[in-house]
């Protein structure tokens, strides 16, 4: 069973940074690519970044290029999100995501860490 864990939400006031790390685990867990995404008070989850261990190619949402950094390491099992220049519609949970291969959806998420930022 894959376990997926983030770290690093809390409060910060708009202009500031925070860095998002989450761990996989799992005795057979190995992915093809692993992502962000996070969700807002009555809003739908959105897609915030995404990285292909393959080559290392990101992908960003267009509400988050040129903030927000995806990094990580695949033998590691860790991904880590590099929030700068935060906005206060940044506020939502944030999630780690990761999936097997290109022909499947993100099929293990974490529970999510809680990013509020203030104006």
């Known amino acids: 069973q894959v376990h997926m864990v983030e770290s690093g939400g809390g409060l910060v006031q708009a202009g500031g940074s925070l860095r998002l790390s989450c761990a996989a685990s799992?005795?057979?867990?190995?992915?093809?690519?692993m992502g962000w995404f996070r969700q807002a008070p009555g809003k739908e989850r959105e897609f915030v970044a995404s990285i292909i261990w393959s080559g290392g190619r990101t992908y960003y949402g267009d509400s988050v290029k040129g903030r927000f950094t995806i990094s990580g390491e695949n033998a590691k099992n860790t991904l880590y999100l590099q929030m700068n220049s935060l906005k206060p519609e940044d506020t939502a949970v944030y999630y780690c995501?990761?999936?097997?291969?290109?022909?499947?959806?993100?099929?293990?998420w974490g529970q999510g860490t809680k990013v509020t930022v203030s104006s």
């Open positions: 995501a990761a999936r097997a291969t290109l022909a499947t959806p993100y099929g293990h």
């Open positions: 799992g005795r057979t867990f190995s992915s093809y690519a």
